[in-house]
Nanobody, 114 residues
């Protein structure tokens, strides 16, 4: 069973920055696109960024230009650098493989508030 672990979330002021980290400990990590998702209170989980095996990145319109996703296949890790954070970025952030996702981790809470 693959146990996904996300970390790095905390309370941050608007316009601040955070870097989230995630490990997906599987020998197949380097074979698939991975992404960061988020779920705000009362809303469905949404995909905000993804990175392919060739390091091609795609972002949702809501985070484009502010967030940067990256991956380290040697560490089986994926990262999300978040800059110029806004209150509407407040959510629990999760990572997972896009195709045939694993069981979800516990996520990491990001709260943007003054």
């Amino acid at each position: 069973q693959v146990r996904i672990v996300e970390s790095g979330g905390r309370l941050v002021q608007p316009e601040g920055s955070l870097r989230l980290s995630c490990t997906i400990p599987t020998s197949t990590f380097n074979q698939g696109t991975v992404g960061w998702y988020r779920q705000a209170p009362g809303k469905q989980r949404e995909l905000v960024a993804r990175v392919s095996t060739r390091h091609t990145t795609v972002y949702s319109d809501s985070v484009k230009g502010r967030f940067t996703i990256s991956r380290d296949d040697d560490k089986q890790a994926v990262y999300l650098q978040m800059n110029n954070l806004k209150p509407e970025d407040t959510a629990v952030y999760y990572c997972n493989r896009l195709t045939i996702p694993f069981d979800w981790g516990q996520g990491t809470q990001v709260t943007v508030s003054s």
